[in-house]
């Protein structure tokens, strides 16, 4: 027994001290020798996919020879321009390794060094510390490298090496720790990855073991929501991972995915497999978010955290932020769990494939990932499909001063071109073309009266599609408020409001407002009501909202007990919180404080609003599709007149008009009962 007690301490203290003295891989940061080598290889070979990203990254302003940093000794004061520097100094170095071009090394070298002998102090500033980690691990994974170049002096090198440790290290760490003295799960997942992978390029640039396994360490448990378990938190069928911020918006989801991906990348060059830990759930994550951006539906379980976000859908169902192929993520993930472990990921695959070659740098994503990741030309071809089918689908919706345009997508679309005619059948001009997976378009340059024939096509790396079949829309000019309807300004208004209707979109009302905002004791808004009596529901769809100006601009639903600005009052609005927080309003008394409660901190239009009227009770609700809806905090029950006024209500905190379009507009008389995550 004895023996075996000595065994097990002997191994137990063999395993601490082989993980203690870890020896790291040269270069071994984003690339090994070896993926070095094979980039070199074929891009010299002219291959395709690798000449095509080759190619789009000798053409990229941050990968010339010429390219001048601006060191600061505080990189704090701008991290977006540290960024752009690292950047610079990431694809001068991977251009002279591939070109064998001394001048692009010399380049990456002038960078480094520039900031290696200017920063004297860690990083203060705006988001500092937090985001500032982006920065540092692009220089981190530059520098490793530029490691190879022999020009680059061994004393120049222990500066660059002392900057990390001594003045930028510590900015991370200290993130992690304390998170700027907020709750553990108030910043958003991609604000602790960004710190992980920084401590962990660090680690590696240095040789430093346990900088290394912080990263590690927090990537498995850590208390923050960089714990991947914390970062894709829901799982759901068909190996499918909610991601953390999906509910914010689609911009930072693909960020972390991305920064996540470049973590795992660095840590399987050292021989530690993070892409496969909990079962590959950040391939989970990745096939989820490359499903949503691909324009096909996701399961979604409310996400919520400490500073109550709300987050009751998956943000941008109708807006271009999803499907905008903004992020060169998809290479490393697919190269990764696809080709080299065979495993299945359709969604990481497509988007892969429609991305192809990546070659767009986000200064927060660097990309050119089939350049760098590319392991099979067979697994990884280019064009990856044929010219695409042509769109089907397609419908016109009027507005005012707007077209609204829907299609079904087209699995292998890149992008797609709107046509317009004023005469059915043609001839089309080409009013639009972008990039993106997003199956929709707002026509803003029409005439009102004017009817126009829209027909849509489908693009990608190998085509242009036929034509759809045609749709079209006339948009008309506002006119008088319907029958019942009115409208006046309340309290006080700098400008003037105004509002008018049309017959278009289930009913569309332009409302303008300037006014001193809904809250306090007393509102001052544009305001367009009815009079109803006894229980009453509206429901509304906020289309458009163009703010007046900066700060707190409400815009929704309203009921009020009279017109004065200080009556009892009930408001379903969005406009806080960076013109996005959805609010839930309560006046209880004339003339008391109006109180707040908490909906979906990242509302954006177009977003469908609803207040309701059962006896003494009021309830709001908000919906993005005006079918499954959600009850916003609790009912408040309160006494109020029998007759009162619901409506549509503007206000900008300013003397600029805010310009809001309503449409499907909505008052029915008597209660409608529903519930949380009802459905209509």
């Given at each position: 027994m004895n023996q075996m007690k000595h065994l097990s301490f002997f191994l137990l203290l063999f395993c601490i001290i082989t993980a203690s003295a870890q020896t790291f891989v040269h270069p071994g940061g984003l690339h090994t020798q070896t993926?070095?080598?094979?980039?070199?290889?074929?891009?010299?070979?002219?291959?395709?996919?690798?000449?095509?990203?080759?190619?789009?990254?000798?053409?990229?302003?941050?990968?010339?020879?010429?390219?001048?940093?601006?060191?600061?000794?505080?990189?704090?004061?701008?991290?977006?321009?540290?960024?752009?520097?690292?950047?610079?100094?990431?694809?001068?170095?991977?251009?002279?390794?591939?070109?064998?071009?001394?001048?692009?090394?010399?380049?990456?070298?002038?960078?480094?060094?520039?900031?290696?002998?200017?920063?004297?102090?860690?990083?203060?500033?705006?988001?500092?510390?937090?985001?500032?980690?982006?920065?540092?691990?692009?220089?981190?994974?530059?520098?490793?490298?530029?490691?190879?170049?022999?020009?680059?002096?061994?004393?120049?090198?222990?500066?660059?090496?002392?900057?990390?440790?001594?003045?930028?290290?510590?900015?991370?760490?200290?993130?992690?720790?304390?998170?700027?003295?907020?709750?553990?799960?108030?910043?958003?997942?991609?604000?602790?990855?960004?710190?992980?992978?920084?401590?962990?390029?660090?680690?590696?640039?240095?040789?430093?073991?346990?900088?290394?396994?912080?990263?590690?360490?927090?990537?498995?448990?850590?208390?923050g929501n960089g714990n991947i378990t914390k970062a894709v938190p829901f799982l759901h069928p068909g190996g499918l991972g909610q991601w953390q911020e999906t509910g914010r918006d689609q911009e930072h989801a693909l960020l972390g995915v991305g920064m996540f991906a470049s973590f795992c990348q660095i840590a399987w060059n050292q021989g530690q497999d993070m892409y496969a830990y909990d079962n590959n759930r950040l391939l989970a994550g990745a096939e989820y978010t490359a499903q949503y951006n691909l324009w096909k539906e996701v399961p979604y379980t409310t996400y919520n955290n400490c500073d109550n976000v709300q987050n009751y859908w998956a943000s941008e169902q109708n807006s271009g932020g999803r499907g905008r192929l903004q992020r060169p993520i998809w290479e490393m993930i697919y190269n990764h769990y696809v080709v080299r472990k065979g495993l299945s990921a359709p969604n990481v695959k497509a988007m892969a494939e429609v991305n192809r070659p990546e070659g767009f740098v986000h200064d927060d994503n660097i990309g050119f990932g089939t350049l760098c990741y590319t392991l099979n030309a067979s697994a990884s071809p280019y064009p990856a499909s044929p010219a695409p089918s042509a769109p089907a689908g397609l419908k016109a919706t009027a507005s005012v001063g707007k077209v609204w345009l829907r299609w079904n997508p087209v699995t292998s679309a890149t992008g797609y071109n709107i046509?317009?005619?004023?005469?059915?059948?043609?001839?089309?001009?080409?009013?639009?073309?972008?990039?993106?997976?997003?199956?929709?378009?707002?026509?803003?340059?029409?005439?009102?009266?004017?009817?126009?024939?829209?027909?849509?096509?489908?693009?990608?790396?190998?085509?242009?599609?036929?034509?759809?079949?045609?749709?079209?829309?006339?948009?008309?000019?506002?006119?008088?408020?319907?029958?019942?309807?009115?409208?006046?300004?309340?309290?006080?208004?700098?400008?003037?409001?105004?509002?008018?209707?049309?017959?278009?979109?289930?009913?569309?009302?332009?409302?303008?407002?300037?006014?001193?905002?809904?809250?306090?004791?007393?509102?001052?808004?544009?305001?367009?009501?009815?009079?109803v009596t006894g229980d009453a529901t509206i429901t509304a769809r906020l289309a458009i909202s163009t703010w007046g100006s900066s700060g707190s601009q409400k815009t929704g639903i309203m009921i009020r007990e009279s017109l004065s600005s200080n009556a009892i009052a009930f408001s379903m609005t969005s406009g806080d919180g960076g013109v996005r927080e959805a609010r839930f309003g309560s006046r209880t008394s004339t003339g008391g404080s109006m109180d707040f409660q908490t909906g979906n901190l990242y509302t954006r239009a177009p977003t469908w609003f609803r207040l309701q009227r059962a006896g003494n009770k009021f309830t709001a609700y908000q919906s993005t599709d005006g079918r499954t809806w959600f009850a916003v905090g609790s009912p408040v029950t309160v006494a109020m007149a029998g007759t009162y006024f619901v409506g549509l209500a503007v206000s900008s905190n300013s003397s600029n008009l805010n310009t809001a379009t309503y449409d499907s507009v909505m008052v029915t008389s008597g209660s409608i009962t529903k519930r949380k995550n009802h459905k209509k």
């Amino acid at each position: 027994m004895n023996q075996m007690k000595h065994l097990s301490f002997f191994l137990l203290l063999f395993c601490i001290i082989t993980a203690s003295a870890q020896t790291f891989v040269h270069p071994g940061g984003l690339h090994t020798q070896t993926d070095l080598d094979r980039m070199k290889t074929q891009v010299a070979a002219g291959a395709h996919p690798w000449i095509d990203s080759w190619n789009a990254l000798i053409a990229h302003p941050k990968a010339q020879n010429t390219y001048t940093a601006a060191a600061k000794a505080n990189m704090g004061v701008s991290r977006q321009r540290a960024s752009a520097d690292a950047v610079a100094a990431y694809l001068n170095a991977l251009r002279w390794y591939i070109s064998g071009d001394t001048s692009y090394a010399a380049c990456s070298r002038k960078i480094l060094n520039a900031w290696a002998y200017a920063v004297n102090q860690v990083p203060s500033g705006n988001d500092i510390p937090g985001l500032m980690g982006i920065a540092i691990y692009e220089f981190a994974v530059a520098a490793e490298i530029l490691r190879l170049y022999p020009n680059w002096s061994q004393a120049d090198f222990n500066q660059f090496k002392n900057m990390m440790t001594t003045y930028l290290y510590p900015n991370c760490h200290d993130f992690l720790t304390r998170h700027n003295n907020t709750c553990i799960s108030h910043y958003w997942a991609n604000w602790d990855i960004c710190n992980m992978t920084a401590i962990l390029s660090i680690g590696v640039l240095c040789d430093d073991t346990t900088k290394f396994n912080e990263a590690i360490s927090y990537f498995k448990s850590g208390a923050g929501n960089g714990n991947i378990t914390k970062a894709v938190p829901f799982l759901h069928p068909g190996g499918l991972g909610q991601w953390q911020e999906t509910g914010r918006d689609q911009e930072h989801a693909l960020l972390g995915v991305g920064m996540f991906a470049s973590f795992c990348q660095i840590a399987w060059n050292q021989g530690q497999d993070m892409y496969a830990y909990d079962n590959n759930r950040l391939l989970a994550g990745a096939e989820y978010t490359a499903q949503y951006n691909l324009w096909k539906e996701v399961p979604y379980t409310t996400y919520n955290n400490c500073d109550n976000v709300q987050n009751y859908w998956a943000s941008e169902q109708n807006s271009g932020g999803r499907g905008r192929l903004q992020r060169p993520i998809w290479e490393m993930i697919y190269n990764h769990y696809v080709v080299r472990k065979g495993l299945s990921a359709p969604n990481v695959k497509a988007m892969a494939e429609v991305n192809r070659p990546e070659g767009f740098v986000h200064d927060d994503n660097i990309g050119f990932g089939t350049l760098c990741y590319t392991l099979n030309a067979s697994a990884s071809p280019y064009p990856a499909s044929p010219a695409p089918s042509a769109p089907a689908g397609l419908k016109a919706t009027a507005s005012v001063g707007k077209v609204w345009l829907r299609w079904n997508p087209v699995t292998s679309a890149t992008g797609y071109n709107i046509l317009r005619s004023t005469t059915s059948g043609g001839p089309y001009t080409t009013i639009a073309t972008y990039r993106g997976t997003f199956p929709l378009y707002e026509d803003a340059s029409v005439t009102n009266g004017t009817t126009n024939y829209y027909v849509v096509s489908a693009i990608n790396q190998a085509g242009t599609s036929s034509n759809s079949s045609q749709e079209s829309a006339t948009p008309k000019a506002t006119g008088a408020l319907p029958s019942g309807w009115s409208h006046q300004d309340i309290g006080t208004v700098a400008t003037a409001g105004s509002a008018g209707y049309a017959n278009v979109s289930n009913g569309t009302f332009v409302v303008n407002g300037s006014g001193a905002g809904i809250g306090g004791a007393a509102d001052g808004l544009s305001y367009v009501y009815k009079t109803v009596t006894g229980d009453a529901t509206i429901t509304a769809r906020l289309a458009i909202s163009t703010w007046g100006s900066s700060g707190s601009q409400k815009t929704g639903i309203m009921i009020r007990e009279s017109l004065s600005s200080n009556a009892i009052a009930f408001s379903m609005t969005s406009g806080d919180g960076g013109v996005r927080e959805a609010r839930f309003g309560s006046r209880t008394s004339t003339g008391g404080s109006m109180d707040f409660q908490t909906g979906n901190l990242y509302t954006r239009a177009p977003t469908w609003f609803r207040l309701q009227r059962a006896g003494n009770k009021f309830t709001a609700y908000q919906s993005t599709d005006g079918r499954t809806w959600f009850a916003v905090g609790s009912p408040v029950t309160v006494a109020m007149a029998g007759t009162y006024f619901v409506g549509l209500a503007v206000s900008s905190n300013s003397s600029n008009l805010n310009t809001a379009t309503y449409d499907s507009v909505m008052v029915t008389s008597g209660s409608i009962t529903k519930r949380k995550n009802h459905k209509k």
